[in-house]
């Protein structure tokens, strides 16, 4: 095994970009590499053998096929299959703390592939959760529900070439990735051209190594934009000797979770607005989730199922007290406090981010603060967010797949008494 940090890199800030679909209906952007990706963080579901078989022969057909990418994997992960692949992987053995390894990651990561279930996309993404943007995700779904993953690991092949020729017959690389098809003679010269070894440095940015045909010169894989929340916790006012009056700023793919725990009183929470108060809610605990988030711990609490595009986030409360305290969908861009108020007749409530626990609780006066993450198109295309790779060609026919989930997955509107 290698150090993380020491895996090669362009140094390029501008890693990838998310362009328009080139599809007027369709509402996916499209994944353009300025250079081939160099750098694969692979994330597996724990404790799940077939994921870790997965994972090993996605490693070795990677190695195999694309030789200048870089394996990279987590400590666990590393020791789990270090002797089970031949060739070298890299890792953050030498990284004090979560911090210092989101810093390298956010670094050195180009593309992450996941295998595993939704919470293994969660878990991903919150190795990046202190990182202005995240890389791009691959998703195979191989977990118990998989409403966010999209692709079967069957065609894990197909899928990453998708992705790693992603945009790569723009400009003149086109010239060498694409035969021109009108003449049969120059398309035979080249695919025998192709059919021989690539030598260091062949082509422009290396893509020429890669046999076969690529998507075209205007193609690119297709990507869903999910939205994070932008989250800081004060766990007591005055702070305590381990929390600061600014507390550091994480984001949240899925929600924010505030829970009574095992205490036997109900958690009374003054929830403000936009700088206003609204409510002190008595209840289990309030969830804000974003649309993503939505179809989780959301949906099972009664709250509203939020397309992924909808740039808002969801403030549900879980069993409240008053029978007229609904869910409420609010724009993304509200800031929303959560404050344990002084009626509380418990120490402290938990709380917990993307499905993990936080070491320590909310006491009494310690606040929440939440805000979506601000997504917007730049100069160099859209910025924020958590781009997740779909599965599809950029046809028709394609969409982000969320009808098709809610009606296989969540049997959406499902009568009574019907086998699903």
């Known amino acids: 095994m290698r150090e993380m940090s020491e895996a090669q890199d362009e140094g390029n800030a501008e890693r990838f970009t998310l362009g328009a679909s080139e599809t007027p209906q369709n509402d996916l952007l499209s994944l353009r590499w300025p250079s081939p990706p160099q750098n694969v963080l692979l994330v597996q579901k724990p404790n799940a053998p077939p994921a870790n078989e997965a994972l090993v022969d996605f490693a070795q057909h990677i190695h195999n096929t694309y030789p200048s990418i870089n394996i990279l994997l987590e400590p666990n992960a590393a020791s789990d299959i270090h002797n089970s692949i031949p060739f070298p992987v890299h890792t953050s053995t030498n990284a004090k703390d979560a911090t210092t390894r989101q810093g390298v990651l956010a670094q050195k990561v180009d593309l992450t592939a996941t295998f595993g279930g939704d919470g293994t996309i969660l878990r991903a993404s919150s190795l990046f959760s202190t990182a202005m943007s995240v890389p791009p995700i691959l998703s195979f779904s191989m977990g118990t ?100 009056t600014n507390p550091p700023t994480i984001h949240a793919m899925n929600e924010i979770i505030i829970h009574r725990g095992a205490a036997p009183h109900l958690a009374h929470i003054a929830i403000s607005i936009g700088g206003r108060f609204l409510t002190e809610a008595v209840a289990d605990g309030m969830i804000i989730s974003t649309p993503t988030g939505s179809t989780a711990y959301n949906l099972s609490s009664g709250g509203s199922i939020i397309h992924p595009l909808v ?110």
């Open 311 to 420: 740039d808002s986030l969801c403030l549900t409360p879980i069993c409240p007290r008053s029978l007229s305290f609904r869910p409420l969908v609010l724009p993304a861009s509200a800031p929303v406090t959560l404050r344990l108020s002084e009626n509380n007749r418990g120490r402290d409530v938990e709380v917990s981010i993307d499905g993990v626990r936080q070491k320590e609780g909310l006491k009494v006066g310690g606040e929440i603060r939440v805000v979506g993450e601000e997504v917007r198109r730049g100069v160099q295309g859209w910025t924020g967010g958590v781009p997740c790779i779909m599965r599809g060609g950029g046809g028709k026919g394609d969409d982000d797949g969320w009808v098709g989930g809610l009606n296989g997955l969540l049997k959406f509107n499902y009568p009574f008494g019907e086998e699903g």
């Open 145 to 244: 529900l998989g409403f966010l993953g999209e692709w079967k690991f069957a065609e894990f092949k197909r899928a990453f070439r998708e992705v790693y020729m992603s945009g790569a017959g723009a400009g003149d690389r086109s010239k060498i990735l694409e035969p021109n098809e009108s003449n049969p003679n120059t398309a035979a010269s080249t695919a025998g051209a192709h059919s021989e070894a690539p030598t260091e440095g062949d082509g422009p940015a290396g893509w020429s190594s890669i046999r076969g045909k690529n998507l075209g010169s205007t193609r690119g894989a297709r990507v869903l934009l999910r939205n994070r929340l932008k989250v800081a916790v004060q766990v007591s006012d005055p702070p305590s000797t381990t929390s600061s």
